[in-house]
C-alpha cells in the first residue's frame, strides 16, 4: 500500500455514528459561540442573582436568631454577595461529579469534561445507575439500561407502560412501576419479579427511594396515604408509615437512617424502622414543592411556593428549624439536588437558563452559576435527575 | 443541520497526496473574522469544514467512538473559546488537528495503561483478517492491530497531515523515532492488509 493509497483508504474509512455525533457537536459548538456573544447579558444575570443573594440575606434575618446573627450576615454578604467571578460551566460542575438531566427528548450527562446525549429518550423516565455508568430509560412498554456511549445494555418488554425507575446505590437493584404495580430486577435487567408488598391495584405516584446501606429496602408512596418500607429481597413490608396528604417527595440520607416524607405543608423524619424522629410544618404562607434531605441528614433542601407568588429555595437544619437561609428568590425555580458529598445544593432557576450552586456549610456560603443551560442542552427545558459520583467506583 | 457527509464537502477533500487543506487560506481567514464577528453560519462553515476530519482522527486513534466524540467536540469547544485571540493569519486546521491529536494520543496511552477488557473495536481488530472482507474493514483491523504509537503516527501523518516534525513534539519523540514508527507501521498495514490493495 503506497501512501496515495493509504490516505485516500483512511479518507474513505467510515466513522461510526458520524452524522448523529457531528449534530450533537455542531449544537454545542453553535450554543457556545453563541454564549460568547451574550456576555453582556451574563452581566446583566450576575446582578440579577447579586440581588438575589441579597434578597436571601435579608430573608434570613427573620430566621436566624441570637447573637450569631451579624456574624452570619457578614459571613454571608462577604462569601455570597457575588457569584464567582469565574462562571461554572456545563463540563465542570461545582462540587464536581456528573449530572443526568432529563430534557423530554433526550437523557444528558454533563460535568467532568462531558456534555453528551447518551439516549433518546421521548417522554422516557430516566433514573441513573449507582456508579454512573448505566442509564435506565422508562419508555412506553420498555425498560432498558444505556451504557453512556449510548449503547444499549439491555432491555425488558412489558405489557403495561413502564415508569418511574429508581436504581438501588449498590447497582444490583432497579425499582419501577409497570402498569399500577411495582416490579424489581437485578441491575443487570435478570430477574424481574412483581412485588407483592409493593400493593396491587394501588397506583404508584412515582415516588420510590432506595434506603442506602446493607440489603435491598425500597420506601415507596401509594395512593392510599401510605409510605411503605419493602425489603424486596423478602417482598414484605419493613414498616408502613400512614402519611395522610399526598408526598411530594421521599429522600434518605446518606446512611441510611434517616427518611425525609415532604408533603405540601408537612416535613416530617422518620427512622429506617418507620418511627417518627420530628416533624414541622413548612413557613407560614408557603408550599412544599420539593424537599431533600442532605446526605449528612442534618440538612434539608426545600423549594417553596409562597401564596402571594414567587418562589424561593431555602436551606434548613433538622434539628434546629429557626436557622435557616433562603438561598435564592424567584419567579420560576426548578431541580432540588444535594452533590454527593452534601457539600453543595443545586437550585435550577428556569429564568435566567441557569443552576445555581450553593454550598451547605454553615459559614462562607459561596454561589456557584452555570448560566446557558438549555442552550447547550440542544435548547431543551432540563430536569435535572441525579448527581453522581465525585467518588470514583469501587474496583 | 450542518453537513456532515464528507462527501458533501466535495472539493474541499484533496484526492490524495499533498493533502490539500479543508478551506483555501483566504477563504478560512474570511470565515474566521466574520465567526469572531459573531457569525452562526461561518461558524458553522468553519464546523462542517474540519469536524469530520477531527472526529475520524480521534476515533482511527482511540477506536473508541463515544471518546473521539468528546475529543474532537472538546477541540472545537476550545476554539470558539479562543476565538477572540485567534490570529487569523495561522491556519485553524493545523490547530484543531494538534489539539484532537494529543488529547486522543492522551486517551490511548491512559487506556493501555488500564488494560480495559470491554473493547470492543480493539477485540475485533484483534481478530485475524477476514480475506472476503471489504478493504476498509481490513483497514481498520490492520490499524487496530497496530499498537497505539504506531496507529498515531500514521493517522496524523497520512490524515491530518502534520509533518514528522509536528509528530514528533506531540508524542514527545525525536524525528527520528517518528519515521522508524512510520516505517514500521507501513510494512506491518501492507502485510496486514493484503496484496489485493497494493
Known amino acids: 500500500m503506497n501512501d496515495e493509497r493509504l490516505v485516500e483508504a483512511l479518507r474513505s474509512l467510515p466513522t461510526p455514528d458520524a452524522a448523529a455525533a457531528a449534530r450533537r457537536a455542531s449544537d454545542l459548538v453553535l450554543a457556545a459561540h453563541a454564549g460568547r456573544l451574550r456576555t453582556g447579558r451574563r452581566r446583566r444575570r450576575w446582578v440579577a442573582t447579586v440581588l438575589a443573594s441579597v434578597i436571601a440575606v435579608g430573608g434570613t434575618l427573620t430566621a436566624v436568631q441570637g447573637a450569631a ?65 448505566y442509564v435506565a430509560c422508562a419508555c412506553g412498554q420498555t425498560l432498558d439500561a ?182 435564592l428568590v424567584g419567579g420560576s425555580l426548578g431541580d432540588l439536588l444535594f452533590s454527593p458529598d452534601g457539600r453543595w445544593l443545586l437550585v435550577g432557576w428556569h429564568e435566567l437558563d441557569s443552576w445555581m450552586f450553593f454550598t451547605t456549610a454553615a459559614r462562607h456560603t459561596q454561589i456557584r452559576q452555570v448560566t446557558h443551560v438549555a442552550a447547550q442542552l440542544a435548547h431543551s427545558e432540563p430536569a435535572v435527575i441525579a448527581w453522581c459520583c465525585t467518588q470514583p467506583p469501587p474496583a | ?104 494520543i492522551d486517551y490511548a496511552r491512559a487506556r493501555a495503561v488500564r488494560r480495559e477488557v470491554h473493547d470492543g473495536p480493539l477485540d475485533c481488530a484483534a481478530a485475524r483478517p477476514d480475506p472476503a472482507s471489504r478493504p476498509s474493514d481490513r483497514l481498520l483491523d490492520a490499524l487496530g492491530a497496530l499498537d497505539h504509537d504506531r496507529r498515531a503516527v500514521v493517522i496524523l501523518r497520512h490524515l491530518l497531515d502534520l509533518s514528522p516534525r509536528q509528530i514528533a513534539e506531540i508524542l514527545d519523540v525525536p524525528v527520528g523515532t517518528v519515521n522508524s514508527r512510520m516505517r514500521r507501521a507501513l510494512d506491518q498495514l501492507r502485510v496486514e492488509v493484503g496484496p489485493s490493495d497494493e
Open chain 1, 69 to 133: 446573627v451579624a456574624r452570619w450576615v457578614r459571613d454571608t454578604l462577604r462569601s455570597a454577595g457575588h457569584p464567582s467571578a469565574q462562571p461554572a460551566g456545563l463540563a465542570a460542575l461545582p462540587g464536581g461529579g456528573r449530572l443526568l438531566v432529563s430534557t423530554g427528548r433526550d437523557a444528558w450527562v454533563v460535568g467532568q469534561g462531558l456534555t453528551r446525549a447518551v439516549a433518546h429518550t421521548p417522554g422516557a423516565s430516566v433514573a441513573w445507575s449507582a456508579f454512573g455508568n
Open chain 1, 146 to 327: 444505556v451504557a453512556l456511549n449510548g449503547r444499549i445494555a439491555w432491555i425488558e418488554h412489558f405489557a403495561e407502560p413502564v415508569r418511574a425507575p429508581v436504581w438501588s446505590p449498590d447497582g444490583n437493584r432497579i425499582a419501577f412501576a409497570v402498569g399500577h404495580e411495582l416490579y424489581v430486577t437485578a441491575g443487570d435487567g435478570t430477574g424481574v419479579r412483581a412485588l407483592r408488598a409493593g400493593g396491587h391495584s394501588t397506583a404508584l405516584l412515582g415516588l420510590a427511594a432506595w434506603r442506602p446501606g446493607p440489603g435491598h429496602e425500597l420506601a415507596v408512596h401509594n395512593l392510599d396515604g401510605r409510605v411503605s418500607l419493602i425489603d424486596t429481597d423478602t417482598d414484605t413490608y419493613v414498616a408502613q408509615i400512614a402519611i395522610g396528604p399526598r408526598a411530594v417527595s421521599l429522600s434518605w440520607s446518606g446512611n441510611g437512617h434517616r427518611l425525609l416524607v415532604a408533603s405540601a405543608q408537612t416535613l416530617a423524619v422518620y427512622n429506617a424502622a418507620g418511627h417518627l424522629i420530628t416533624e414541622r410544618r413548612a413557613p407560614r404562607a408557603t408550599t412544599i414543592r420539593a424537599a431533600r434531605l442532605a446526605p449528612s441528614g442534618q440538612q434539608i433542601g426545600l423549594l417553596l411556593t409562597k401564596a402571594r407568588g414567587g418562589q424561593e429555595a431555602l436551606l434548613t437544619s433538622v434539628a434546629r428549624p429557626h436557622a435557616s437561609r433562603v438561598l
Open chain 2, 1 to 104: 443541520m450542518i453537513a456532515t457527509d464528507a462527501h458533501a464537502l466535495g472539493a474541499v477533500h484533496a484526492p490524495v497526496r499533498g493533502v490539500r487543506p479543508a478551506l483555501s487560506a483566504r477563504r478560512e481567514s474570511r470565515l474566521i473574522r466574520a465567526a469572531q464577528r459573531g457569525d452562526p453560519a461561518a461558524l458553522e462553515a468553519l464546523f462542517t469544514a474540519f469536524w469530520p476530519q477531527c472526529h475520524r482522527a480521534a476515533w482511527l486513534i482511540t477506536r473508541d467512538h463515544s471518546a473521539a466524540e468528546d475529543i474532537a467536540q472538546e477541540a472545537f469547544l476550545a476554539a470558539v473559546a479562543a476565538l477572540d485571540r485567534f490570529d487569523r493569519t495561522r491556519r485553524l486546521g493545523p490547530w484543531l488537528h494538534t489539539i484532537v491529536a494529543r488529547r486522543a
